[in-house]
């Protein structure tokens, strides 16, 4: 295999010494797993990535999905991968066993959907939407609804989204207005349109279940008025048999990135025939969104880290094979007469190189971090530690969504840097990756959403029970790294970066307190910035806790890759985490430009 766009090395060493994904066998749910079991699964997925999916990944861009003659129209690949991924228990692999899963860690699923976003991120929203979707019928459906999508969705037959975007609305979810009227039979009449809907049509699948937010007639105004509904694109009849359900696919945005992946304008109701069946109870419709908007969020991350190993790999390699230019000598001219150099052989191109290999390292790190915290919550036997995990995901969510999608998009125009003109040039996959992760950022709740998530909900929540527990997490990591002598003045510096959110928040908080939310919301972008890369210096700290006790162990084999991840988290901690002192200077800074009525002169 080449695997040029996977450091695979690497993702080994963070699921197994990092992160220990073996140890959640050792959990009574997982306890049917065992570890070769999981790298057979993961090595499978690999091998189906490098023959299947990544060959097709700049076709899929040249051939973008397209909406003709009242249908979508995807790349015929993608009806191979999905079955060939459906059949490996990409779909059915975290489901408990009693719903028809294989109740994998979700660690496991997790790295399998990374390398399957490495090889080609334009396939896996197809499966992983039909799994969160089949994931929130189990959840909170009847056991009708559960009998009758559930089955389906697992097996790949019938495909899965979640509709929630409307026109007028955006992302202001309070303003929907697609309706429902309850019919004789307990079923409801949809009418509204939902746009932006992510693999919401295409001829590979038999049916499209959509979870679609919905008002009931007389709901409460705002979110407390929305519920939650099961609707078909094809409903059953008594037979057996489908038949349509009045859900009309009206178009497919032309996006600029992604473009093997379809998304769809979707109409409900146009002939007053739009049947939909209510899941769980009336005006709750948000709250059971979000389980399955935070799982995606969490898959936005992902994706987003995987783009940017894929594109620092291929700017990697492209650095190592371009000579150009020469050194400057000891007398300050160059020779011309020597031979050009490989452009890797200039400090500012390493620079560039190591700054990608460090946000995608960090970035793949905090993914497989939040896996966990979701593996240990859904396995934990005890309340409390069921409280605690789950809190952690709480306030790694907004993170884990952010930082890989933002971060990423500095890897992917860095890339195209090193690649000087060529790197513009659409012979070159680095174009590519930079449309690709472009919309990470505006998937599922734009950076400003998460960052006012994480500021005034997940900081806040429970009086900040939620950050001190991940502070407690650090700190703990910190004692372990004052244990290697190397690591000490890094765990003394991420230490006083801890000082210096409290400041911050100190400094935020009484605003709050005195019901001025605009003024303490007002830089959460700039909290979201800080607050990440803080995060990330504590994951890269850990992974280098475990590569000190790798070279401990005496590996020599292994030595120089353990001494790399130790280099690279001091150029992190050099280079990017330092970046958060102007962050904090800036967010304590009195002057209230953006609040200020007459700033609006200024436009």
Known sequence: MTNNYLDYDTLQFILHEVFDMNGLVD????KDHDAESMNMFLEAIRDLSEKELYPYFAEMDEKPAVFEDGKIIIHPQIAVIN????DAGIIAGPVPEEDGGLQMPHMAYTAATYIIDCANNHVSGYTGLTLGAAELIMEYGSDILKGIYVDKMLSGEWAGTMCLTEPQAGSSLSDITTSATPDADGSYKIK??????SGGDHEYSDNFIHLTLARIEGAPAGTKGISL??????RIKEDQSLENNDVITAGDFQKMGQRGYCTTHLIF??????KGWLVGAPHKGLNYMFLMMNAARIAVGRGAAAIAMASSRAALLYAQDRKQGRPIASSGKKNVHQEPVSIMEHADVRRMLLSQKVIAEGALAIVMQTSKYYDLKRASESDADKEKYGMLLEIMTPMVKTYPAELGQQVCSDGIQILGGYGFCSEYILQQYARDIR???????TTGIQSLDLLARKVTMQDGAALKLLMKEMMSSIGGAKEYEDLVPYATKLE???GSVQKVLSHLLPHAMKGDFQRFTADANLFMEMMSHITIAWLWLKISISAAEGINKGDSSKLAFYESKIECMKFFYKYELSKTTSLEETIMDSDELTLKENSKVLF
């Open 27 to 30: 959990l009574d749910y997982y």
């Open 83 to 86: 079955q060939k991924l459906s």
């Open 192 to 197: 509204g349109q939902k746009i932006f809907i």
């Open 229 to 234: 509904f099961v609707v078909p694109k094809k």
């Open 269 to 274: 109701g146009e002939q007053d025939n739009c």
């Open 439 to 445: 919309i990470h950022s505006l998937y599922e709740g």
């Open 496 to 498: 006083s970066k801890l």
